[in-house]
Every structure is written in structure tokens, then in C-alpha cells.
């Protein structure tokens, strides 16, 4: 049971219920079932059924949102706190507010699972897909990660960018352009072999800008689902510094964004394909802010990194940042963009123990490839080196350190 689709079933009716929401989402085609057979059903079988909470770090901040909050509150912990039924909730870190019989920590695929899941999402090029994989050591590290495999899966086939891929910040990047290619086939008449860079940017442009504004807002109010009427000024300054009329229209047909509530409904919302997109296109906005010293982005940048550096939320936002700047770095031959950032993330306030501070240097090397080719990084990996000389006899952050240093394959230097 995806948790940010039943908060988006919340939102757009006004007597939702568990059962409303099974009825609408899993018995579409059932003519006749009522809500009372099914909680009838659900209160008659509770030691037979297995509730699947998907996705509980989607839904925290709308916990806290009027209305639909204390809905949303009631089903899920209906749900969580029946002593009766069998239940697993899957979370990124996150406080969840709910005692539960066992804790279990996801640290990802192994080969075998690999294997397994390309064989049965993607049978008929599985051979092909595992020995480019297998090839490709940075890409086959990051293809431990769920959601980065079933990318490169879905991606697979689509012309460019995925062979070229080490990262995750590359991977997003690939995927984003394919995507944004796909909106400029389709809704502007030119033919894929035809798109120019420059025509790409020109249609595609001022639809990244307010996806990056709209994204980092966003991960800044901790708000997945969007209201468009909160991002009507984003639109508005896009349309005029680009010239592109109506282009709300333009960033929902990108494909990127999808809808909840019907056209004429003052209260529609938006909200990103994955919680990953939106991190992605937010780093972008912290990327082009970090290039532009002295304006009021920058600023504005500068002081959210430096009070949310460590907090577990931004975290794959800030890997996403080093990533793009990285990349943007080595495209021009300057890494004054990624020097800003680490300037940023260095600077006070410090975490007193590190550990948090080394765990986010570290994922931030990893995006960058840990490139020496960035003076800067041979300074931070003696950084870490010392780190861990220094507290290598302390058992819990030794094992901590360890679990890190495990899935980063740059750090074989080390």
C-alpha cells in the first residue's frame, strides 16, 4: 500500500476511509462491492492479512498538515497499532512515532539479487543488461541500490547517456535528459535525430528552472505533495524571464510532475515521479545557487546547508549537490562550483563527534569520483584517513565506518 498515494486519496475525498481507498486502488473493476463488505472482510480475516506500508518518510511531513494529517494519522496508525495485524512498514530514516516487534535495516542488493530482478522486470535483454553491469564496476556498485537498478532497467533501451554512468547523480542526470528528449519528440514536432543541443534547451530550459525552484522549495517546507497555488510566483517569474507563456502546462507535460485534483480545482497538487527526482532537481537549484556568489539564491543556499548538513532528510540532496557541481566542473575545466561547496559543507557548524560529518563527505567523494583531479578531495581523503586512525578502537563507530566504506568502491584508495 504505497502511503503517498493513500494521502493523495485523502486529499481528494472528503469521507475517505481504508476501505474507500482499497475499493478505489485494488477493486477498480468489482461493480457492487460496498465499503462495509470490505471492512467486514478486513475485521473478519485481521490474523490472515499483511498490511505493506510503503514509503513512511513520504507521508511525515503531511502528518503535520491540517486536515489531511490527522486523517491520514488515524488510518495508518489504525493500521500499525492493531495488535491483531500482521504489519511492515518501509521508511528511509526517519522518526516514526510507532513501536514495532522487529527493526530491519535495508542496506541494499546483493549480485544475486541483481540477477534475480533483472531477469524477471527485464527477461528478454537480461543476458545483455548483467555483462554491461558486470563490466561496469562503478554502475554495477551503484545497482545495489533498488531504485537506481529499476532506472537502469527502465532506461535501458532508451538512446544515450546510460553507458556513460558512474554514479548516481550521472544516473539521474541520463534519465532526466532521456525524459526531457521524449517531451521535446512529442509535444514540439521535431524528430529525435534532429534535436539540436541548442533546440534542447531552448524547449527544455524554463521548464528545468521551475522544476529545480519548485523542487527545492519543496524539500525546504519538507513538502512531497505541492500545492500549485503555493508555486504560482515560481511560474509567473519563469514565464518572464523565459518568455514561455503558460508554462505550468508546459512543466506537467514534461512528464516529470504528476497531478492530483481536476483542472478547474483551485486546490490541485503536484508532486514528483519519486521523492529521488525531486532531491535530484533540488540539487540542481543548489548547484546553479553555489555558482552564483553574491545573489540572494546563493545566500539563501549557503544558509540552508550550513543548518541542515546533517539531518538525515537532505541527505541524498546534498550527495545529489557535490554530484552536479562535479560533473558541471569537469565539463568546463573548473571546479570553482564544487570548491564553493565544499567551502560550504567545511565550514562552522561542525558536528562535535564527525561522524555524521564524515558519513557526508564521503557519499559527497563518491558522487565526485572521488577525483583527485579536485585538489580539494586529496585534502578531504586525509581528512577521513586521520578520522579513522584516530578512532579505530572505538567499536561502534569502527563498525560504522566500515558499513560506509563497504559500498563506496572509490574508496579502495583509502
Not at 41 to 53: D, S
Not at 69 to 83: F, H, N, P, Q
Not at 244 to 271: A, C, F, H, Q, T
Not at 376 to 382: A, S, V
Amino acid at each position: 500500500m504505497p502511503l503517498r498515494e493513500l494521502a493523495n486519496y485523502i486529499e481528494t475525498e472528503n469521507s475517505a476511509t481504508l476501505e474507500g481507498f482499497i475499493k478505489q486502488t485494488y477493486l477498480p473493476g468489482v461493480r457492487g462491492i460496498r465499503e462495509s463488505e470490505i471492512a467486514q472482510f478486513l475485521g473478519n480475516n485481521v490474523g490472515n492479512i499483511l498490511y505493506l506500508l510503503d514509503g513512511y518518510d513520504e507521508i511525515v511531513p503531511l502528518l503535520r498538515k491540517p486536515g489531511v494529517g490527522a486523517k491520514l494519522g488515524s488510518i495508518v496508525r489504525g493500521i500499525i497499532e492493531d495488535s491483531m495485524a500482521h504489519t511492515i512498514v518501509t521508511s528511509r530514516p526517519a522518526r516514526i512515532e510507532h513501536k514495532f516487534d522487529q527493526e530491519y535495516e535495508n542496506v541494499g542488493f546483493i549480485d544475486q539479487d541483481i540477477e534475480r530482478y533483472v531477469s524477471t522486470f527485464k527477461s528478454e535483454r537480461a543476458k545483455e543488461i548483467l555483462n554491461f553491469l558486470k563490466n561496469n564496476k562503478s554502475l554495477w556498485g551503484i545497482a545495489h541500490i533498488p531504485i537506481n537498478l529499476e532506472l537502469i532497467c527502465s532506461a535501458w533501451g532508451i538512446s544515450g547517456g546510460i553507458d556513460k554512468v558512474s554514479t548516481m547523480s550521472q544516473l539521474y542526470g541520463a534519465i532526466t535528459d532521456r525524459l526531457m528528449e521524449r517531451y521535446v519528440v512529442k509535444n514540439h514536432a521535431i524528430e529525435l535525430d534532429d534535436l539540436t543541443c541548442r533546440k534542447f534547451n531552448k524547449r527544455t530550459q524554463p521548464i528545468v528552472r521551475c522544476l529545480e525552484r519548485i523542487a527545492f522549495r519543496g524539500m525546504k517546507n519538507n513538502q512531497i505533495i505541492i500545492p500549485i497555488k503555493e508555486i504560482q510566483g515560481i511560474i509567473a517569474e519563469e514565464e518572464k524571464r523565459s518568455g514561455v507563456g503558460n508554462l505550468l502546462r508546459e512543466v506537467l507535460k514534461s512528464g516529470m510532475v504528476k497531478i492530483i485534483g481536476e483542472n478547474n480545482d483551485e486546490n490541485r497538487e503536484i508532486y514528483f515521479l519519486h521523492l529521488s527526482f525531486q532531491e535530484y532537481y533540488a540539487a540542481k537549484y543548489i548547484a546553479r545557487a553555489i555558482n552564483n556568489i553574491g545573489t540572494e539564491e546563493y545566500k539563501q543556499v549557503y544558509a540552508f546547508i550550513s543548518e541542515n548538513k546533517y539531518i538525515p532528510y537532505y541527505e541524498v540532496m546534498m550527495w545529489f549537490s557535490a554530484g552536479v557541481l562535479y560533473q558541471q566542473g569537469r565539463a568546463r575545466g573548473n571546479y570553482e562550483g564544487l570548491n564553493g561547496f565544499w567551502r560550504i559543507v567545511e565550514a562552522e557548524p561542525r558536528e562535535l563527534v564527525g561522524i555524521r560529518h564524515v558519513s557526508l563527505v564521503i557519499r559527497s567523494l563518491e558522487e565526485c569520483e572521488a577525483s583527485e583531479k579536485v585538489e580539494k578531495h586529496k585534502e578531504l581523503i586525509n581528512y577521513i584517513k586521520q578520522w579513522i586512525k584516530v578512532r579505530a578502537n572505538i567499536r561502534h563507530l569502527r563498525t560504522f565506518m566500515i558499513e560506509i566504506l563497504k559500498t563506496t568502491p572509490p574508496y579502495s584508495k583509502l
